[in-house]
Antibody, heavy 122, light 110 residues
């Protein structure tokens, strides 16, 4: 059974750096084709893909946020960390991590964490 | 900038069929974008329904089907049920290795 859980601060101040951790189980980030992605959703708005890191340490970022994001993995601890700098109230959202697969037969975000709500306010 | 377009809202009668679409502001959606579809109810995490254009995820009823219609990806729900009332998002894998989600379609069943 695959599970993912997001953790991190619920409140950050403008200009601060947000650090979120995704702790997962039921799969290995050293398996070919496997990745973990981050997606956010402001209240009442649409999903926005942020970043993904793959088994081979390939990292991809949303072009509009690339300068502010950094994604890393700790395969031995089954964790993926996302950092977002220069936080702004517009970054207030529920942040999800999700299990991603990209192989010749499978793609997409197949398992999601419950999400963590982050509010940016002074 | 890549923009994935979806109908903001759609309404279907119980038992009826509806097709939601997923397009690109520039160009056509093809299987090479590996379209996927997600269902989200309020307060819940998204759930994958379809991946690789037309493959149903495990446990998804065959009332849900995916396809390419013209220049868009499409999600068709046949025999809509009241509990299908949700937000539906499509996701596309771009050639540069990034993913993009559409703006979502709010489906009402009444």
């Amino acid at each position: 059974q695959i599970t993912l859980k997001e953790s991190g601060p619920t409140l950050v101040k403008p200009t601060q750096t947000l650090t979120l951790t995704c702790t997962f189980s039921g799969f290995s980030l050293s398996t070919s084709g496997v990745g973990v992605g981050w997606i956010r959703q402001p209240p009442g708005k649409a999903l926005e893909w942020l970043a993904v890191i793959y088994w081979n340490d390939d990292k991809r970022y949303s072009p509009s946020l690339k300068s502010r994001l950094a994604i890393t993995k700790d395969t031995s601890r089954n964790q993926v960390v996302l950092e977002m700098t220069s936080m702004d109230p517009l970054d207030s959202a529920t942040y999800f991590c999700a299990h991603n697969i990209f192989t010749t037969t499978t793609s997409g975000f197949h398992h999601w964490g419950l999400g963590t709500l982050v509010t940016v306010s002074s | 900038q890549t923009v994935v377009t979806q109908e903001p809202s759609f309404s279907v009668s119980p038992g009826g069929s509806v097709t939601l679409t997923c397009g690109l502001n520039s160009g056509s959606v093809s299987t090479f974008y590996y379209p996927s579809w997600y269902q989200q109810t309020p307060g819940q995490a998204p759930r994958i329904l379809i991946y690789n254009t037309n493959t149903r995820s495990s446990g998804v009823p065959d009332r849900f089907s995916g396809s390419i219609l013209g220049n868009k990806a499409a999600l068709t729900i046949t025999g809509a049920q009241p509990y299908d009332e949700s937000d539906y998002y499509c996701g596309l894998f771009m050639g540069s290795g990034i993913w993009v989600f559409g703006g979502g379609t709010k489906l009402t069943v009444l």
